[in-house]
């Protein structure tokens, strides 16, 4: 009997059956805006269908121009764009999946000077003042969910998701701190539903019965001023009276305060709001964020409080994903780490989605791991992430590989990440790698310096070289004084450090020791109740938004985070993830300075020279710290390939990837990518 019972278990809908509970959420890619992408969409969407999903939903189409996420984006309102959309459903069907298109109006999100919303009210994240829509337009806007669903059907999809959650138009429409209209779809509650009930009725006119509808109902806002629990329920209850088929859930405004889907929300949190519409309604409903492995799934199905699980980014991390849980291989599943570096990071930034751990992700038709014709000899050192990924996929091909790594541990830089409170995650991408060492017999040798001249009389046909990083060592007077540590020592020996400390260096090193040292007590990650209390969520939804309060716990120590530039700090951390670090350090009351000049370091402290941008002098101080810790980002550590280098007549391939051939850059998403890339040429 299969370990998931429940998560594997059919669902039947009436007019159809989905194979299995498992749900792939809409997650805009960029290859959904471009005719010409279509191929790799259908592609991208047929290995998922080819991995087990039970159904999946498509990136977000506008019905109408007006509800474009970006200029000239992702549309779906003429008969010519039906044979684009063919490509994709026809594939999907041939892999033995279903698809849903998703119907997404951005309304005040739309990132184009032209869109609408219900009132004139500019949302904070973007920085066009929408036009608000005559009475006459919302019935034109409904008429244009009806064709674009209309369309999807001529187009060979299952159903259709209507978005209406993430503070998208509906939700605008929904709620009275964007709905200030006087006319019948503002005021009352009751009117604020109409633009949802309309469209649902609308679009079921449109398709007929055996057609699937699903509602992306905001379960909790996470703003002020916007529904209560009760009003969720009465929602999801007319939805069901208006011919939804199965209701999705969506979780907080794109501008809540609170986080909803990095690493550091713990793992299901916001499961509770779905299980109270579940026991309200007598449709399917889908739990959804930050649901990433399957006994978390599996949980939450057997317990009753969903009938489905949404998950988007981790099909970007494994396409496999249910097809391994269900033949036992759950230990072999790349599991998204929930980091947004390559998916939604890109997608914010208009560039097409990856995943920091899956390169291959949305480049289905250009990555490829063909087996090789002629098995090579290949040594990587470094067992990194650089290393670990071209070690895997070499081997994956058919390469003899051996993998030497000097520490007694593979994972480097991720096993220091994992020791950041809210970064856990991270470990399990080492026990992935863990698993594909023994799956594709590689050759590990832990506790192993290796010279040049071992390798070259080893006789290898390639040789790549990924022995990462060392900490940068700023050369200052008193750098050697004991109350320096660097970052490496901090986290990998996990020293205790005094009550006051100096982070040297604002990157996203320092501000993860930051996060490191401002904790105490067991990760929130770990705690659903604690983490709650200190975003101020109210997950029983009796407020309007679910917000509450904030009791943050106080930091056990004073902390400095300092850097040279003046420019603020943290401004150069990920896109979508790095306002949550730099929110909660300014939580913990963190000391941010900038403009620093480092002068020295001695027993009274670090003394520094605070600047403003343009030179001049502004204050010059003693911090009486009791520890240093250098985060002044990093060096590579290459010798052993320029020994390598050095040998004129070898007749090795020699290659050098991740942090150990760019420091500058050392980052995860590209040492992976690149390592990946070179294993998939060897
Ligand atoms: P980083 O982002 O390059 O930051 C290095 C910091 O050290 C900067 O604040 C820099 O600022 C300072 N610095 C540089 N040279 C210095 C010197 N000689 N003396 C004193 N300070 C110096 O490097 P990192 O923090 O080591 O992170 C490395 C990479 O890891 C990043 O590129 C990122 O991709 C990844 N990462 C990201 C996250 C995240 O986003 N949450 C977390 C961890 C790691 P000043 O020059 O202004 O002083
Ligand atoms: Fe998950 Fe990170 Fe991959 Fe996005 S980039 S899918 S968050 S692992």
Redesign the pocket.
């Known amino acids: 009997m299969s370990q998931y019972p429940h998560l594997l278990e059919p669902l039947d809908l009436g007019f159809t059956t989905l194979k299995n509970r498992v749900l792939m959420g809409s997650m805009h890619t960029g290859l959904e805006d471009r005719p010409w992408h279509f191929n790799q969409l259908a592609e991208y969407f047929a290995e998922r269908a080819r991995g087990g999903v039970g159904l999946i939903i498509t990136g977000g189409f506008a019905p109408n121009r007006r509800g474009e996420l970006l200029p000239l984006g992702s549309r779906l309102s003429s008969l010519l764009q039906v044979g684009m959309h063919k490509k994709v459903t026809s594939r999907v069907h041939d892999a033995g999946g279903k698809i849903c298109l998703q119907i997404l109006h951005a309304g005040r999100y739309g990132y184009t000077p032209y869109n609408v919303a219900p009132s004139a009210i500019k949302s904070p994240i973007t920085p066009f003042k929408p036009k608000a829509l005559s009475t006459k337009a919302v019935y034109k806007t409904i008429t244009h969910y009806g064709r674009c669903a209309k369309l999807a059907q001529k187009s060979g999809y299952d159903g259709v998701e209507v978005m209406g959650s993430e503070g998208y138009l509906i939700t605008q429409f929904l709620n009275a701190r964007t709905n200030q209209r006087d006319d019948e779809f503002g005021g009352t509650y009751e009117n604020r539903m109409r633009l949802p009930l309309e469209i649902v009725r609308t679009i079921r006119k449109e398709v007929g019965e055996n057609f699937i509808i699903i509602f992306r109902l905001s379960m909790i806002d996470l703003v002020e001023g916007a529904s209560n629990m009760e009003e969720v329920i009465t929602l999801a209850q007319e939805l069901e009276k208006a011919g939804v088929t199965i209701l999705n859930s969506g979780i907080g405004w794109h501008e809540a305060r609170v986080p909803t889907i990095v690493t550091s929300v713990p793992r299901a949190a916001f499961v509770d709001p779905s299980a109270r519409v579940k026991a309200a309604v007598n449709i399917p409903v889908v739990a959804s964020n930050r649901i990433n492995m399957p006994d978390t799934a599996e949980e939450i199905i057997s317990s009753g409080k969903a009938d489905m699980v949404s998950m988007a980014r981790p099909f970007l991390a494994d396409s496999e994903w249910v097809n391994k849980a269900a033949q036992g291989r759950t230990d072999e599943i790349n599991t998204c780490i929930a980091c947004n570096q390559a998916c939604l990071d890109h997608t914010f930034q208009a560039k097409r989605a990856s995943c920091l751990v899956n390169p291959r992700a949305c480049h289905e038709t250009e990555l490829l791991y063909t087996p090789t014709h002629k098995a090579k000899r290949v040594a990587v050192v470094g067992a990194g992430p650089a290393g670990l990924a071209c070690a895997t996929v070499a081997a994956q091909r058919g390469h003899n590989v051996t993998l030497f790594e000097a520490r007694d541990s593979i994972g480097g ?1 991720f096993t220091f ?1 994992s020791k950041v409170p809210g970064k856990e995650e991270f470990l399990e991408t080492i026990r992935y790698y863990k698993k594909m060492i023994e799956v594709h017999n590689i050759d590990l040798k832990l506790n192993t310096w290796v010279a040049a001249q071992d390798l070259k009389d080893a006789g290898f046909d390639e040789i790549v070289v990924s022995t990462g990083v060392a900490p ?1 060592i ?2 200052m007077p008193g750098i050697d004084h004991e109350k320096v540590v660097s970052y490496q020592e901090l986290l990998g020996k996990e020293l205790k450090l005094g009550k006051s400390v100096a982070i ?9 020791v930051g996060e490191y040292l401002s904790h105490q007590g067991p990760s929130l990650t770990e705690n659903k109740e604690a983490w709650f209390k200190e975003w101020g969520v109210d997950i029983d939804n009796k407020t309007s938004g679910g917000l509450a309060a904030m009791e943050i716990e106080n930091s056990p120590r004073k902390l400095y985070l ?4 003046t420019s603020s700090l943290g401004r ?3 896109k979508t ?2 306002w949550v ?1 730099r929110a909660v350090l300014k939580m913990k009351q963190v000391e941010m300075i ?1 403009g ?1 000049g ?1 002068n020295k370091i001695d027993d009274d402290g670090l003394h520094i020279t605070i600047s403003n941008q343009d030179g001049d002098v502004l204050e010059e101080r003693v911090l009486d710290v009791d520890h240093i810790v250098l ?4 060096i590579s550590v290459s010798e052993l390939y320029k020994e390598l280098q050095g040998n004129h007549d070898h007749n090795f391939g020699l290659h050098l990837v991740g942090g150990a051939e760019f420091a ?5 998403k590209r040492a992976i990518k690149l390592a990946s890339e070179l294993a998939a040429t060897l």
């Open positions: 830089q990440a940068r700023p050369n040297m260096g604002a990157g996203g090193i320092g501000f993860d300092l850097q040279r530039k150069g951390l990920n993830s790095g670090h900038g620093v480092y985060c002044a980002g990093q500058g850059e050392l980052d995860a």
